[in-house]
């Protein structure tokens, strides 16, 4: 049974599915920005999430983080999934991470649980580098 998040709505007014798993939380990302749905893609953070992005910049908040992605999204990028690494879990905290298809570098996320048991993005590294040496 695939359970949904309470009060948040996709804009065709249907509830967004939740992330039930750390993991699920990449899959549902690329679906809703690849549907175009910048509401849907801050619905998977918490309300003061900080993304690191734009580079070299943060975005802080729920909804600051809907604005960047409405900007994002309004040039229809194309995300491919990526296979995650390994997932660390320990007392309701999480790293996630990707290496990009492209070599260059890696995304990570830390991500809580909820009290209903369901995941959202604290704080998201969506693009770095390797350093050079």
Known sequence: MTEYENGEKSENGEKYEKAMRPEDLTRL???????????G??????????VAYPPGSRTVGREAIRALWEKVLANRPHFEPETPLPTLISDGVALTSTPPKDGSGAR????????DGSWLR???QPEFAPPTR
């Open 41 to 50: 893609v801050a619905a998977l953070y918490e309300e003061d999430a900080v």
């Open 29 to 39: 990302f690329v679906e809703r920005s690849n549907a175009g749905d910048a509401a």
């Open 122 to 124: 604290l704080l998201d």
């Open 108 to 115: 990570a996320q830390v991500v809580r649980r909820q009290p």
